[in-house]
């Protein structure tokens, strides 16, 4: 069975940082593709970052690119979020999804079978 578990979310001020971490545990061959997303009271699901794990290939949506960088541990089964820079616009509670397929674009929720409980960012200003 496969098991997502997010930890690193918390309150910070405006220009702050947070590391956001995804523990994965369960796939046999290990996942093709993960990501970070994100949804904020009253507001879609967005894709925040998507990595495929072979090539390393890593994709960001625009509202995040040059502040968080994504990252996989696989020695660890760990996926990372590192946020710099942080907004109160960046609010949130933020989930991990993972899955052993290809299929894109990385950022579309349909794509991915597993997900994480979430956790929540708060940025005040």
């Known amino acids: 069975r496969v098991q997502l578990v997010e930890s690193g979310g918390g309150s910070v001020q405006a220009g702050g940082s947070l590391r956001l971490s995804c523990a994965v545990s369960?796939?046999?061959?290990?996942?093709?593709?993960m990501a970070w997303f994100r949804q904020a009271p009253g507001k879609e699901r967005e894709g925040v970052a998507g990595?495929?794990?072979?090539?390393?290939?890593?994709y960001y949506a625009d509202s995040v690119k040059g502040r968080f960088s994504i990252s996989q541990d696989t020695a660890k089964n760990t996926l990372y979020l590192q946020m710099n820079s942080l907004k109160p616009e960046d609010t949130a509670m933020y989930y991990c999804?993972?899955?052993?397929?290809?299929?894109?674009?990385?950022?579309?929720?349909?794509?991915?079978?597993?997900w994480g409980q979430g956790t929540q960012v708060i940025v005040s200003s």
């Open positions: 369960g796939y046999t061959y290990g996942s093709v593709k």
């Open positions: 990595i495929y794990i072979g090539p390393r290939s890593t």
């Open positions: 999804a993972a899955d052993n397929g290809y299929k894109g674009p990385w950022y579309y929720g349909s794509n991915y079978n597993d």
